[in-house]
């Protein structure tokens, strides 16, 4: 029996409708997570996802031309998840702007757990990518350093180094902030 990947290749290369189903039971499950912990919602990932898919359908000769499928889709993921993440920074920086016309009340206070995760999500959001990559693979998808490295096409040595330099900076980021 052929791998799945090349077996979704065939079925790009063909054009048959097939392949994004493949592809889907192939890839996911583990590419919603992974867009859950990069974005901190799940609706968000599903949203992501749903693009993801729409982006392989059109770029489907690209995706069957790609050396490794499955690290080709993470890193559409990581690209649409930051590309998300422009935009909404983009339209906070303008509700902003509006906001100094306007009168507004202030929160109530959120419960101390609350506001951790809120700062952990913050933090997350100031690495670099490729921290942050290293940081969501590992803790919330429970990859391997290999597997990191596989997915993203770096060496074992690298995702490490990464990961190390990411739990440095958010136990700094947090010490700062709680």
Do not use: H, W
């Amino acid at each position: 029996m052929n791998n799945p990947e090349t077996e979704i290749r065939q079925l790009m290369q063909a054009d048959d409708p097939a392949a994004l189903e493949k592809i889907y039971c192939y890839a996911g499950r583990e590419l919603y997570a992974y867009l859950v912990g990069l974005t901190g919602s799940g609706v968000e990932a599903e949203d992501l996802l749903s693009e993801l898919f729409v982006k392989v359908a059109v770029r489907r000769r690209q995706v069957a031309k790609s050396a490794a499928i499955r690290a080709y889709l993470y890193r559409m993921a990581t690209n649409l998840a930051y590309d998300r993440e422009r935009q909404e920074r983009r339209r906070e920086r303008r509700q902003q702007e509006y906001a100094a016309f306007r009168v507004m009340g202030s929160p109530p206070p959120a419960p101390e757990s609350e506001e951790m995760l809120r700062q952990l999500r913050r933090g997350l959001a100031e690495l670099p990518v490729e921290q942050r990559e290293a940081v969501v693979m590992k803790t919330y998808l429970d990859k391997t350093f290999a597997e990191i490295a596989v997915l993203t096409e770096v060496s074992v040595n690298t995702v490490i180094s990464r990961y190390r330099y990411a739990l440095k900076k958010l136990k700094n980021y947090l010490e700062r902030r709680l």
